[in-house]
């Protein structure tokens, strides 16, 4: 338990502007946003709109814990995207924050094939990443705080009487 790096909607609104301008500047124009979900998906769709690029595609990736072993890896759950639709297309992947960097190198190792040309641009990237990201906005090894997923979710308020 170290520091917390709290990210705000309203910084992250700053955030995925600053982000999108680097790639802009960088002269990188994707055809395709592909985010990893559920994170990704907020950046995806700031970067798209950011970088006026209206496709966007969705992998949903979870860690797969092996039976009675430390061992940990990710894994795509179905429906897993057709790599074919990325054939000769420009992609850019988009992810909350490349941690370990586990999550980002199956996704890229799965577009390397296919696609014309593969990029990777992520709010926040960690020291330890085995992926280092053509595009990161900022650099920290603190636990990050998304305002996303750090709220618990809601609860549906049954029985609830509301009285004069
Ligand atoms: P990876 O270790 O594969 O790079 O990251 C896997 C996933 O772990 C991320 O997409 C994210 O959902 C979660 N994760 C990693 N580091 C953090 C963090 O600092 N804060 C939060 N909220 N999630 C994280």
Known sequence: SGMRENLSYERFGVAVRELAQTIADDGYEPDVVLSIARGGVFVAGGLAYALDC????????????GVGTTLEMPVMLAPVPN????TDKKV????????????????????????AEVRSAVVYEKTQ????CEYVWKRTDEWINFPWSV??????RSGQVLDA
């Open 92 to 115: 850019l992947i988009a992810d909350d924050v490349a941690d370990t960097g586990k999550t980002l190198k199956l996704v890229r190792d799965f577009c390397l094939d296919a696609v």
């Open 129 to 132: 990443s085995l992926v280092k």
């Open 54 to 65: 209206k496709n966007i595609h969705l992998v949903n990736v979870e860690f797969y814990t």
């Open 83 to 86: 790599a074919i639709d990325f």
């Open 151 to 156: 709220q618990p979710p809601v609860v549906k």
